[in-house]
């Protein structure tokens, strides 16, 4: 199921050299693409990129992080949309999941909901005709740099240089320019929707420990309605009632990947935190990253 290729190697701020290695995972709609930090053997720590992003937004976060932690089950880092599936997944799965980090993000986003019948009913007609017309679609082809503009224009909290580290993985070359390899369905309507009293329900069933890290011009300033920020208040409420970690850090939505040095101690802080004082020989497998 898994197919690794394109070994290349790094160098961590410790200076160790760490095998990075693409991985491709075929599923029914067409192909996952991912990156293996680490070691093959020992339990991963699932990084998952946020809605428009992709894997290469941990690119200077993870070198930065330990790479020798040993849990019996994986944990979970997540930024944005990433954040939103970690907590929906450790809500449904809370045996599996160790720890969970959420970097900019909630865990969840609810709905208002007397809005949820419009904002899923909408989803679903424009899922409807986009089915319609994709095949008449084509994609628009590029300069390199004017799709940094547009990637920057669009995603004001990321810097010059992230820019360039997402377009490695965002761009891929055609006759005439380059064109971006995201599903066109990520400017749809979300349909997966949840209210905050759900949202509660599911997040009283995470039993993993869970550090929220937000940026102060992050995610919140992005919302406009006043009700939102109440949701995100209760929902961090929450957190703290189940002695979960909240940190307020400076930078904006992208701070992980601008400036990871200014979340890097605090995420290895808490994974370290995690780490067993004594383990077995089957236990002492390092943390795949």
Request: hydrophobic share 40%; proline share 4%; aromatic share 8%.
């Amino acid at each position: 199921m898994q197919t690794l290729k394109g070994v290349r190697h790094l160098m961590t701020s410790a200076t160790m050299k760490q095998t990075v290695s693409e991985f491709n995972m075929p599923v029914p709609w067409g192909e996952m693409r991912g990156k293996v930090w680490g070691p093959d053997r020992g339990r991963p720590i699932l990084c998952l990129h946020g809605w428009a992003d992709n894997c290469g937004t941990f690119n200077t976060l993870i070198p930065l992080l330990p790479k020798a932690l040993q849990w019996k089950r994986f944990s979970i880092i997540g930024h944005s949309m990433g954040g939103n599936v970690a907590g929906m997944f450790s809500a449904l799965y809370p045996e599996m999941v160790e720890s969970v980090v959420l970097l900019d993000s909630y865990g969840f986003i609810p709905t208002d909901s007397k809005e949820l019948h419009t904002v899923i009913r909408q989803g679903f007609e424009e899922m409807l005709q986009f089915e319609k017309k994709k095949d008449e679609m084509k994609e628009k082809v590029y300069t390199y740099e004017n799709a940094l503009m547009r990637l920057l224009a669009a995603n004001p909290s990321l810097s010059k240089q992230s820019a360039h580290i997402l377009l490695e993985r965002g761009l891929a070359q055609v006759e005439g320019g380059v064109v971006f390899t995201r599903d066109f369905r990520i400017n749809l309507k979300n349909v997966v929707r949840v209210s905050l009293e759900q949202s509660l329900e599911l997040q009283s069933r995470i039993q993993a420990r869970v550090l929220v890290v937000l940026a102060e011009e992050g995610f919140e300033k992005m919302f406009s309605e006043p009700e939102q920020k109440t949701f995100t208040s209760t929902l961090l409420q929450g957190y703290k009632d189940q002695s979960g970690m909240v940190v307020n850090v400076p930078g904006d939505h992208h701070v992980h990947l601008n400036t990871p040095e200014t979340v890097a101690q605090i995420v290895t802080d808490f994974l370290q935190e995690e780490a067993p004082s004594h383990s077995t020989a089957e236990d002492t497998q390092a943390a795949k990253l």
